[in-house]
């Protein structure tokens, strides 16, 4: 089974300056997504961004962008000139291409509740 | 258009009632799914349709959770006898089909509180 660690309970960081969610996993697969999930305090899950593994290019969605080290087994995220909007909760999310009860169901870390500083 | 939505938005109930949540897909999505998120924790997944089918139900925490989906539309997760560790946001999320390329869109939950 896959697991999804997210080590920072939570962050908080200055309007306008970078900040970087941590979010390790463990997989046998070769073959997965990953994904980043924003849920402000309206319980709506927003995707973020998304990462396919067998792409070596880091995604990149405007000021979002992840550092994914397949070896590592590592997905950050990392949040540039952040804006009081980022203030939420973000999960790291696991989804694998391959699998055989056919569901694809997300496996999602623990979360890391990011604070904006005005 | 219109997102996935969920009915109720908060429930207040006994311990020993039963409760039904019901979740409205996105039109024309065949794959849907049931998160659980208790307070502190991630989401964890319940049960999966494709149409009216549950094909993985394996995240049922018990005996007493049931969902049925009908018209390979509305869903409605049952909890009977409810126990003060069955409260926590549940989500419902759709997409296209239950393939990974195809995004998860999630409503906005139901809060559920056991006294």
Redesign the interface.
Known sequence: AQT?T?SQPEMSVQEAETVTLSCTYDTSESD??LFWYKQPP??????VI?QEAYKQQNATENRFSVNFQKAAKSFSLKISDSQLGDAAMY?C?Y???D?G???????????TKLSVIP | GAGVSQSPSNKVTEKGKDVELRCDPISGHTALYWYRQSLGQGLEFLIYFQGNSAPDKSGLPSDRFSAERTGGSVSTLTIQRTQQEDSAVYLCASSLTQYPYNEQFFGPGTRLTVL
């Open positions: 999804v997210q997965y997504y309206s319980r709506q899950m927003i995707l998304r999960f999310a989804r694998s291409r699998s009860a056919g569901s694809y169901q997300l496996t999602f870390g623990k979360g």
